[in-house]
């Protein structure tokens, strides 16, 4: 393809995906904005999970995603919600999140971030049975009804996931903090009519201890991204006033972190699409350093968004005008850049390892690019406050 319809489909069909995305991180980021100054002083605790989360329910809910599209394909599970099917693999993608968010809650105690820790414990206890109840059930929905209309469900299904988890996990975490600082009875029975709930359902789905070791391969996967999503969360917690004192960032962060994702996992699939078609000889063949350069030319004004929509939701929620932040304006598409570059060389020597790309290199990006867009916000808050 010329490298001029390479710019072309960057700017006609990379480029609106990218921003629908950015819009919705901008949901979740209103709420950590808001709220950040509170999480920081309240439930220190939270800031460590929370990368893991947002970045587990990518990983679980888009692994789920691909599942039903296989079974459907193979007529394995009829085309309906109903399915028992359906259920079964709601209930273990429940305890699938359950496992690695735990972990990271204990790390974060031993660690000495003790604060509230019970409670911080059932906030996300409760969010994650509840998230992951929503998320199972639309998952399965939006593959179904893909699958329906003859359109292929894993060209459609995992962006619409992982753009639901970003909209539901911040938000719904923030509910569960202000409904334990306004109606402590009802947080504690809310949280033990969710676990009540996972437990009928588990009943009901019938999955036995036996069904998880298909799951084995999974479970190590994201568990282990879990634990490196720890770099992120120790550092937004040792940083989050900085962060909270420049305002922009505190709205912006979500969204710079699905973001930088979204670029590494662009490049990770279409390079794994061009080794397995033979269309990259060595690894500095032309042809993927042209898509990244035509991703790059859509980088400034992906950068330019981040600053407009944030400053724009700074205003409205707290009534305070901010001027762009030519830090990062200026910085932000090189540090895309950087993403796409190590995406690119990622997916290059685990093909050449016999590793498949898709499988490994896109929730390996995605929870690697929360880890550099964490460090790099912590960066650009040191420049922008002068620290």
């Known amino acids: 393809m010329p490298f001029g319809n390479k710019v072309r489909t960057a700017f006609r069909v990379s480029l609106p995906s990218l921003v629908v995305s950015l819009t919705i991180g901008f949901f979740g980021g209103t709420f950590l904005g808001k709220y950040l100054e509170r999480i920081r002083r309240g439930y220190p605790g939270l800031l460590v999970i929370l990368p893991g989360m947002m970045g587990l329910r990518g990983n679980v809910f888009s692994a789920m995603a691909s599942r039903f599209s296989t079974m459907l394909y193979i007529g394995e599970l009829e085309p309906s919600v109903k399915e028992r099917k359906v259920l079964e693999n709601v209930v273990i993608a429940m305890l699938l999140s359950l496992i690695p968010v735990s972990l990271l809650w204990a790390i974060g105690v031993i660690r000495g971030i003790r604060y509230h820790a019970l ?116 550092a937004l917690e040792r940083f989050s006033g900085l ?36 269309e990259i000889e060595s690894y500095l063949s032309k042809e993927p350093f042209e898509e990244i350069l035509a991703l790059f030319l859509t980088t400034p004004v992906v950068g330019l968004l981040i600053n407009l929509f944030g400053s724009g939701i700074a205003y409205l929620i707290l009534g305070k005008g901010l001027d762009l932040s030519f830090e990062l304006i200026l910085t ?27 499988s490994v290199a896109i929730p390996l990006i995605a929870n690697n690019s929360d880890i550099f867009g964490t460090l790099y916000v912590v960066f650009i808050a040191r420049l922008m406050v002068g620290a």
């Open 332 to 358: 932000y598409p090189f540090m895309a850049l950087f993403i796409m570059f190590y995406a690119y060389s990622l997916s290059y020597v685990l093909f050449q390892h016999n590793i498949d790309p898709d």
């Open 243 to 278: 962060i909270a004192s420049t305002i922009i960032l505190g709205f912006a962060y979500p969204s710079i972190l699905s973001s930088f994702g979204n670029y590494g996992s662009i490049i990770a699939a279409k390079t794994s699409t061009k080794l397995n078609l033979g």
């Open 119 to 234: 409670e911080i414990l059932f906030i996300v206890v409760g969010s994650t049975i509840l998230i992951s109840l929503l998320l199972g059930y639309f998952t399965a929905g939006i593959t179904i009804l893909a699958f329906k209309r003859n359109v292929d469900p894993d060209s459609l299904a995992a962006p619409l996931v992982a753009s639901m988890g970003d909209l539901l996990t911040i938000p719904t975490l923030i509910g569960f903090i202000l409904l334990l600082e306004s109606n402590v009875k009802l947080f504690w029975s809310l949280n033990g009519l969710s676990i009540v709930l996972l437990l009928v359902l588990w009943g009901i789905s019938r999955v036995g201890l036996s069904k998880f070791g298909e799951y084995r391969g999974l479970f190590v996967t994201i568990t282990a991204l879990a634990m490196l999503s720890l770099i992120s969360g120790f």
